[in-house]
């Protein structure tokens, strides 16, 4: 008889558990929702000059969250692009885009008001007044309107260009602090 209680006390159990391993397995620990980032970014370096993004830019967008999120322009989208471009990608479930950095760089990270990217330590230019892809460190606040979002990203770090000339100095290299 006893055996017979044990059974049903086992059978009671097991039910239990799996009923609780279900729960939390139907649980998402990580929802991200879909969003469209309209993005123009003016220059400087040329004068105020609006830049058109290629296929293969992307995006930093950081979220209220700090996650540092990759958007892409559409397959479909224009080559070359359009200014503004329309970047899509996912941010943290619940958070607001915030800021957006160019160019995407899984490295970057943001801490309170501060946005951390890194400035590549070699540059070699295609020609005279030529300018690399993702070469123009830009950044802009994320507005939302009527839920549309839009960034209007301003240049804030160039690349300084140094020309050495035709003649012999024996000069190799030029190192800036």
């Known amino acids: 008889m006893k055996a017979k ?3 049903y006390s086992l059978a009671i159990l097991l039910t239990a558990v799996a009923g609780c391993t279900k729960e939390s397995s139907d649980l998402q620990t990580d929802p991200k929702q879909k969003i469209t980032i309209s993005a123009e970014c003016v220059t400087k370096t040329y004068g105020l000059e609006t830049i058109k993004f290629n296929k293969t830019d992307h995006l930093s967008v950081f979220d209220s969250e700090g996650v540092n999120n990759d ?4 397959s479909d989208a224009p080559t070359p692009g359009n200014a503004p471009a329309s970047f899509e990608g996912e941010i943290t479930s619940g958070s607001q885009p915030q800021y957006v950095v160019y160019p995407y760089e899984a490295a970057s990270s943001i801490s309170g008001d501060v946005i951390t990217v890194t400035v590549p330590d070699h540059y070699a230019a295609k020609n005279a007044n030529s300018v ?10 994320v507005v939302e309107n009527e839920g549309v979002y839009s960034a209007h990203l301003m240049n804030i770090c160039g690349i ?5 000339g035709s003649y012999e100095i024996g000069l190799k290299n030029v190192k800036l602090s």
Do not use: Q
């Open 5 to 7: 209680y044990f059974s």
């Open 132 to 141: 690399l892809r993702g070469m123009n460190i830009s950044v802009g606040e």
């Open 160 to 164: 300084v260009g140094v020309e050495i």
């Open 71 to 74: 958007f892409a322009l559409p």
